[in-house]
């Protein structure tokens, strides 16, 4: 939602009924996730 919709952390985490801590941390793991999948390509 954060990247596709354009949408706040607040936003997202009222849109989900879970804490706004817990969408940036998914937000961060997710992040660098595709961190490691773009080095490991290169």
């Known amino acids: 939602m954060r990247f596709y919709a354009g949408r706040q952390i ?3 985490a009222e849109l989900l009924g879970v804490a706004s801590r817990t ?8 992040r ?11």
């Open 23 to 30: 969408v940036k941390r998914d937000w961060e793991f997710a």
């Open 10 to 12: 607040d936003e997202i």
């Open 32 to 42: 660098a996730r595709l961190q490691q999948l773009i080095e490991s390509e290169s």
